[in-house]
């Protein structure tokens, strides 16, 4: 995968060595970063590797550490659970991983940010897929999958928009983000208990 716009000689370096180019979209308004989503569909198993050019060549975008983990993360997901179809384990791995990277910053503080944008990364990254195949397990038309879908994205939208108000509240009443990433890592936990509960015993669902 190639992304577009980009360095003209992408395309021909991959026809130099015998692939065949794809265009992943950048878009304006998503500021030129690669949408996930987008990069999702594209896949195929015949998809040998993707692109990524942070600052970006000719918009001059850049990657932050979490979004190109997730990136990864998200397209990397689906292979695996193809190979190795729990579910459940890879969700318990992604959440582990966000825990981990929670248990950093309030350690280690911004001394180990880095590590922790990457364990946080590799969290985001690998739910997002998962979350795709909840539609599908619970609908069997496609109009419902797709109520389905809107439905958890819209939710997921609204949430985002309400926790910067949320985290400045905690901040501004306490002093420091302790309490707020001790309230995630208590919401991990949370999830991670969930998903044991209601994890079905059925193989999983292929996201092709």
Partial sequence: MVPDPGYTQFYSCVKLAGGVPVALPLLAHENFVPDLSAARKLLTDRTRALIVNSPHNPTGAVLTVMTAVQLVGNLSIPALLSKFPS???????????GASGLILLIAGGAGTIWLSAVFLGIMLGGLFPIALLMPLDENKRTDDVNSWTAMIKSGGYIISSAMPFFIGFLYDRYGSH??????????????????VILNKKQPARSLS
């Fill in 178 to 195: 302790d309490i707020t990433l001790l309230l995630l890592l208590g919401y991990i936990g949370i999830l991670a208990v969930l998903a």
């Fill in 87 to 97: 579910r459940l384990l890879w969700t318990l791995v992604s959440l582990a991983s």
